[in-house]
């Protein structure tokens, strides 16, 4: 199976850590995600500030959950239309 690579290029901001804004973190995984995903953050440099390596499936129910919780809240604060979507 080929790897497969995702570039994240981090904003600069308040909101973000020194260490890593304007920088770029880069996730190397599978195309199914199986196995474990390295995730390498780089600083605006190109110096690494670190490493990891997550099993997939956790990347794939921790997204999963997210995007459960926020269709629960979209439903939850629907008109009776929207439910059954007649607009």
């Known amino acids: 199976m ?3 690579t ?3 290029d981090v904003p600069t901001g308040t909101e973000v850590r020194k260490e890593v804004a304007g920088g770029q973190i880069t996730f190397f995984h599978n195309s199914d995600l199986s196995g474990d995903v ?3 953050s780089k600083s605006a440099e ?5 490493e990891l390596d997550v099993p997939g ?3 794939v129910e921790f997204v999963a959950e997210y995007v459960k919780k926020q269709r629960i809240s979209q ?3 629907a008109e009776p239309t929207e ?4 607009t």
């Open 6 to 8: 995702f570039n994240y």
């Open 75 to 77: 439903i939850e604060d």
């Open 83 to 86: 439910v059954f979507g007649i």
């Open 38 to 40: 390295t995730i390498v």
């Open 46 to 50: 190109g110096i690494v500030n670190g």
């Open 2 to 4: 080929a790897m497969h």
């Open 57 to 59: 499936e956790a990347i």
